[in-house]
């Protein structure tokens, strides 16, 4: 399997809680992480019909009938009387911890149960699909991905192992037939794949709801609706807008982005990196890849204090991505070529007082690092895939 980030991250929350959430998309490998960092646990998968009707009829029986052992509880969503158990079970023995993994798709009902019925007594983490640092280190079963391969086929592990438009194909059929009903969504397919497909020729653009409903047509509000359930598993990114008051008139819509790569290349047709090179949107790709592998390193070394925004004047003065992480903030510009662009370090100079930002990289393809002036520097992505910027 792939080492992940976030391991040591969930055994320090383990140590330290009752309980332990796991979320992140369908297949994004938290079954694989769990049942690897808790060997001994016993495993209930709750979308099986026959364990699901077991928890159903009496979920705090279940929970107790082994209780020295650790459980592993997957799809915990699929079974809402579990949680108000799972919170007796954990005030009978409140001393203990790591007592209960779950794991879970980030789904309205997961999270609304786990904030009413185990406030205080459960700490969440949110596994990516793999970064390139993590995909570089690929064990036997699964081959070691450089990022080119994870820019074009995204960072699902399925995804790598063989042809990455079958799996997500399928992967999108699960998504309409299983996934979007249990959200009260009974979205057309073809509808479905026409918006998705929007989405990723506007891939890295400012979203507009009007102007896409207009083009489907549909209402703004059924583009919002669709939109928020995307957003919720883990689909799409809606990247928010950074601005105060500095005197400049500045973009307040978000950026939409496809957050898997894999999935941004299918909908376009692009199945090689010759049509991935040839493409016209292949340098919102990289930017898009780019912002996903930074964030998704950033989730596990900052998971308290980082969030993520850009910034963009109405002129079009744009940084693609800033770092917020409290006191500190870091601009990212990113660049598919070398990063030569007189304008883009003119930009970032001006730009860092206004945005508050102590440095500034410009991420870029090209091998090595050079200091461009003292709190700006062009680094290649290589350079940055152990870490943030």
Known sequence: MYPRLLAQRLHDLASRFPAVAILGARQVGKTTLARSLFPEARYFDLEDPL????????????????????LILDEAQAVPALFPALRGAIDAQRARNGRFILLGSAQPRLIRAIAESLAGRIATAELDPLACCEAALGDVGDLRQDWRS???????????????????EAYLRML??????????????????RLLTMLAHQNGGLFNASVIGASLGVSYHAVQRHMDVLEAVFVVRRLAPWFRNVGKRLTKSPKVYLRDTGLLHHLLGIGSHAELDAHPSRGAS????????????????????????FWRTAAGAEIDLLLDRGNSRVAVEIKAGRAGDARALRVLREALPDVGAARAWIVDQAPGMELLEPSI??????????GTP
């Open 286 to 309: 990289w930017e898009g890849f780019v912002i996903e592998d930074i964030l998704r390193r950033e989730r596990v070394a900052r998971p308290d204090d980082s969030r993520p925004w």
């Open 51 to 70: 364990t699901a009707s077991r928890f159903r009829d009496d979920a705090r029986f279940a929970l107790d009938a082994a209780p020295q052992a650790t």
């Open 377 to 386: 520097a062009r680094v290649g992505f290589e350079q940055i895939i152990g």
């Open 176 to 193: 309409v037939e299983r996934d979007l009903p249990q959200y009260g969504v009974s979205a057309d397919a073809v509808f479905l794949r």
């Open 150 to 168: 994870l820019w074009l086929k995204g960072g699902f592990p399925d995804a790598l192992r063989g042809n990455f438009r079958e799996w997500w």
